[in-house]
């Protein structure tokens, strides 16, 4: 089966660091994304990692571990705005976009 | 230069009815997948269109179907609307399938009644 993991919820306080944790076990591999989704809107591409190590845009980073199925999203000097959920997905074959999606995280960020 | 567009942004349906949901892929984009999205879980994948042609289908029934146009842009039809169609149906592109960045546009939310 095709499975992917992540935490429900989270809360973290404004300027803090969060990492939130996604595992995967799918059937193959080509590419890991994130994505921020605001309630009510569309999910916003984060970040889109294919090789190992750690990515970074800014205020926000993901890593990527394919021998263990582990990636990580972190997010930096945290706004209230960073409050949303985020959503981990794997693209699992070749050809095609077809992405498996997490449950997505729920972020609330407090002053 | 624009995102991912669709069309209409929220629409009202009565159970049996059809609909038709439209997208415009980010320019030079050749690939449209197509995806939906109910309250609380992550978006789930309904097809994928590359060059005309279908590439890619989720486990959807034989009630849903899409068509991508010469232009890239796509449609998605629902026939025989279910209450448990009502959700928020997104249109991503990429420029190739399969490779590289896939980012989504604002979605259309459908409510069945």
């Known amino acids: 089966g095709q499975n992917i993991d992540q935490p429900t919820e989270m809360t973290a306080t404004e300027g803090a660091i969060v990492q939130i944790n996604c595992t995967y076990q799918?059937?193959?591999?080509?590419?890991l994304f994130w994505y921020q989704q605001h309630a009510g809107e569309a999910p916003t591409f984060l970040s889109y990692?294919?090789?190992?190590g750690l990515e970074e845009k800014g205020r926000f980073s993901s890593f990527l571990s394919r021998s263990k199925g582990y990636s990580y999203l972190l997010l930096k000097e945290l706004q209230m705005k960073d409050s949303a959920s985020y959503l981990c997905?794997?693209?699992?074959?070749?050809?095609?976009?077809?992405?498996?999606f997490g449950t997505g995280t729920r972020l609330q960020v407090f002053p | 230069d624009a995102g991912v567009t669709q069309s209409p942004t929220h629409l009202i349906k009565t159970r049996g009815q059809h609909v038709t949901l439209r997208c415009s892929p980010i320019?030079?984009?050749?690939?449209v997948s197509w995806y939906q999205q109910v309250l609380g879980q992550g978006p789930q994948f309904i097809f994928q269109?590359?060059?005309?042609?279908?590439?890619g289908r989720g486990n959807f029934p034989d009630r849903f179907s899409a068509r991508q146009f010469p232009n890239y842009s796509s449609e998605l039809n629902v026939n025989a609307l279910l209450l448990g169609d009502s959700a928020l149906y997104l249109c991503?592109?990429?420029?190739?399938?399969?490779?590289?960045?896939?980012?989504f546009g604002e979605g259309s939310r459908l409510t069945v009644l």
């Open positions: 799918t059937s193959g591999f080509n590419g």
């Open positions: 320019s030079g984009h050749k690939s």
């Open positions: 269109y590359y060059e005309k042609e279908e590439r």
């Open positions: 991503a592109s990429s420029i190739y399938r399969g490779a590289g960045e896939l980012f």
């Open positions: 997905a794997v693209r699992p074959l070749y050809n095609t976009d077809k992405l498996i």
């Open positions: 990692n294919v090789l190992d």
